[in-house]
Structures are given as structure tokens and as C-alpha cells.
């Protein structure tokens, strides 16, 4: 089994609508992040959380928000999608601040 | 900031041709630097990485050289297969406490028969 799962695989919303993203892992790390993946630009950090009580924002955390229910659970929520949030989603873990991130093998949302 | 430019692709390479992909890094202090290679459909997956200068990081054939007077971690392998055939991320995490890992924007790579 994947050591980081991602729900949904691919999902099609419509500008408005609210959507969680989720992301498991099962390596016992503390540290979780979310990406989001677009053409040409490579990928942006949205939100990361070095424990459950410990979230922080990324350089691109406008229009999302996160939640840290579980040392092995990571949620990010679109509040009201817009189409610009349309991309490829990620989410990593590592095993302290200096480790390798070990990805998810993404989500890919289409907001119409 | 930190930055990190890496060439544009596509690359497109017989199998067994020679492959370079460039990377340079913008970056105060010394920075650790990575690779990491992005299949189709998966999520991405470290391939290399070097920690200081002149430091050669290698896995599965591909190597690169911590270079800080060029500012460079160009990636290198001598005898690609279809099986390579990916996204690659060049990728830098600077020195000093919590630093966020800056990617490149990737270079996709496709291997022919």
C-alpha cells in the first residue's frame, strides 16, 4: 500500500463550490504539506503543518484553507472555488526539516 | 529569494543517448539540492540529492555535482532508456532552520526506441 494516499484521484467542481482535498500517510511522519502543481510554474507551497497544532502558510495560501485533524490526516479545503484553482494537487510528508518529501501521487481538480 | 532555473523541454532522446539536464540555483548561504523525478500519473519521488559543495549525489545511473562557483546541479546520465521517460524537478532547500523546499518548473523528458 501507498505510504501517501490521496482522495480524490481527479475531481470536477463547479466556481463556488466548496471541496476537501485529503491526504493520508501511514510513514509517521509530523511534517505535512500541500503543493499545487501547474504548467510552467513547477510547483507553489500552500500550506504546511509541522504537527497538528503547528499550520503555516505557503506562498500561495489565499483562497484555501487547511486542517491537521491527525498526525497522519491533512485536509485542504477550497472555500468557494474559483477557476483558477484548477491545477494539480499534491501532498508530501518528511521526517523533520532538513528530511526528503515523499509525495502523494496528486490530485487533479478542474473547476468549471 | 531562493530560485532555482532549470532547462526547458522537451527533451527528446533515442535510447542510450548521453543526457544533460541543466539547473541552476539563486540561493544565500549553502543551500542543499535535489532532483526528483515525477513519472506519469504519480506523485513526485526524490532521485538524488548533495548537501555541500562538490558533493556528487547518484541513483539509477544519473549523477550530479554539487557545483557552488557555477552555481549549477546539472543532472546526468550515459545511456538513457524508454523507461526514464518523466518529468524531472530540480529542486533546493536553503541553510538555516525551517527552509521551504523551492522547485524548478520541470523538464520533461521522453525516451524513443
Known amino acids: 500500500d501507498a505510504d501517501v494516499t490521496q482522495t480524490p484521484r481527479n475531481r470536477i467542481t463547479k466556481t463556488g463550490k466548496r471541496i476537501m482535498l485529503e491526504c493520508s500517510q501511514t510513514k509517521g511522519h509530523d511534517r505535512m504539506y500541500w503543493y499545487r502543481q501547474d504548467p510552467g510554474l513547477g510547483l507553489r507551497l500552500i500550506y504546511y503543518s509541522f504537527d497538528v497544532k503547528d499550520i503555516n502558510k505557503g506562498e500561495i495560501s489565499d483562497g484555501y484553507s487547511v486542517s491537521r485533524q491527525a498526525q497522519a490526516k491533512f485536509s485542504l479545503s477550497l472555500e468557494s472555488a474559483i477557476p483558477n484553482q484548477t491545477a494539480l494537487y499534491f501532498c508530501?510528508?518528511?521526517?523533520?526539516?532538513?528530511?526528503?518529501?515523499?509525495f502523494g501521487p496528486g490530485t487533479r481538480l478542474l473547476v468549471l | 529569494g531562493n530560485s532555482v532555473t532549470q532547462m526547458e523541454g522537451p527533451v527528446t532522446l533515442s535510447e542510450e543517448a548521453f543526457l544533460t539536464i541543466n539547473c541552476t540555483y539563486t540561493a544565500t548561504g549553502y543551500p542543499s539540492l535535489f532532483w526528483y523525478v515525477q513519472y506519469p500519473g504519480e506523485g513526485l519521488q526524490l532521485l538524488l540529492k548533495a548537501t555541500k559543495a562538490d558533493d556528487k549525489g547518484s541513483n539509477k545511473g544519473f549523477e550530479a555535482t554539487y557545483r557552488k562557483e557555477t552555481t549549477s546541479f546539472h543532472l546526468e546520465k550515459g545511456s538513457v532508456q524508454v523507461s526514464d521517460s518523466a518529468v524531472y524537478f530540480c529542486a533546493l532547500r536553503g541553510s538555516g532552520g525551517y527552509q521551504k523546499v523551492t522547485f524548478g518548473t520541470g523538464t520533461k523528458l521522453q525516451v524513443i526506441p
Open positions: 508530501a510528508t518528511s521526517d523533520g526539516p532538513r528530511e526528503t518529501q515523499y
